[in-house]
């Protein structure tokens, strides 16, 4: 099926299918790209309270002048602010200079001290998800979605058992060396979209130099990160989110080529023999949290 330009939300808002990554997008040039990105066709930027990056990312978004209602802005909440999560959103607003977000996600199902160096063990991220959904009941002027990320299939149960508030997203990790099956599926099946983090497989990604990518790359007339980003629009129930703060590839990342049913297949089959995460969830000291090439 052709690729998709926005994805619905069980809000009924409309997310625009390829935004802007910002992990390691420093302050200095992180402003730049995010007005770079939005003066050249995006709507759809991705930060963190993690990147410690949000007041530039608010500056890019105000040097570009875009109206505010034609961005979608997501940020999360940092693995050390579950206790205080109406504090951690005012804080994200704030640094972010904006009234509101479209999306605030829970960025690990895993509480963490202070510095997050540590796990913290007297706080379940069950909690935070009540927070967060007792927030956005009380402020839906401040948040219009909250969702997850780095959520596996067990976990995501636990929470929909209890949920009154069915996550809008849960944003993982997607690439052709993590192409996460159980859990794509069933975020489908309940109505949650995707959210394709590490796309071209992150930093110094061996998926550039993959040969079936480099194959299609040249067959379309694109770059290897074209054919990485387009695998996961082309997808429909999946956004997407490339990095990067090289003005020419913030650009040429958003050409989207549509790929046949058997190409995709192909891509998807690079998980079978060179399989790879670029952010393991035991980085968090919360072990494999439910996915099964750790548990
Ligand atoms: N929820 C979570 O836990 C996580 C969320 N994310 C989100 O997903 C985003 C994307 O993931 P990320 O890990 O950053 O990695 P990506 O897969 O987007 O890869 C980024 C890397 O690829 C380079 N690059 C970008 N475009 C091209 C191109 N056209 N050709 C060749 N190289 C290119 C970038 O370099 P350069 O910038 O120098 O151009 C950078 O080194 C993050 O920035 C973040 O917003 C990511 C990880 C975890
Ligand atoms: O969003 C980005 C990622 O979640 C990142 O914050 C973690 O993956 C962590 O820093 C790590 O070291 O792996």
Redesign the pocket.
Same mark, same amino acid.
């Given at each position: 099926m052709p690729a998709s330009t926005s994805v619905k939300l069980n809000t009924g808002a409309e997310m625009p299918t390829i935004g802007l990554?910002? *992990?390691?997008?420093a302050p200095g040039a992180v402003e730049l790209a995010v007005e770079h990105a939005l003066t050249h066709g995006y709507t759809h930027i991705?930060?963190?309270a993690a990147y410690a990056n949000e007041a530039e990312v608010g500056k890019g978004i105000a040097d570009s002048k875009i109206p505010r209602e034609k961005l979608f802005l997501t940020t999360?909440l940092n693995n050390n602010n579950h206790k205080d999560v109406p504090a951690a959103l005012d804080a994200s607003l704030k640094a972010l200079n904006t009234p509101y977000l479209d999306l605030w996600?829970m960025? *690990?199902p895993a509480p963490m001290n202070e510095d997050t160096t540590e796990p913290i063990h007297d706080h379940d991220w069950l909690d935070t998800w009540k927070s967060m959904e007792a927030v956005y009941a009380a402020h839906p002027e401040k948040v219009k979605a909250i969702g997850v990320?780095?959520f596996s299939v067990p976990y995501l149960e636990r929470l929909l058992a209890v949920a009154t508030v069915v996550p809008a997203v849960n944003?993982i990790?997607l690439?052709p060396s993590c192409t996460q099956p159980e859990v794509v599926e069933f975020c489908t099946k309940k109505g949650i979209v995707l959210t394709a983090?590490?796309?071209?497989?992150?930093?110094?990604?061996p998926l550039?130099k993959n040969e079936v990518v480099n194959g299609l790359a040249t067959k379309y007339g694109v770059?290897?990160?074209n054919v990485l980003v387009s695998l996961q629009a082309n997808k429909k129930n999946v956004t997407v989110?490339?990095?990067?703060?090289?003005n020419s590839?913030i650009e040429?990342?958003l050409k989207v080529i549509d790929l046949t049913d058997a190409e995709i297949a192909e891509l998807q089959k690079i998980d079978e023999t060179a399989h790879f995460r670029?952010?393991k969830p035991t980085w968090t000291g919360h072990g494999g949290l439910g996915f099964p090439d750790f548990d």
């Open positions: 990554g910002t *992990w390691k997008s991705d930060t963190a999360k996600l960025h *690990w990320s780095n944003q990790e690439h983090y590490s796309p071209l497989g992150s930093d110094n990604s550039l770059q290897p990160a989110l490339p990095k990067s703060v090289t590839r040429s990342n670029a952010c």
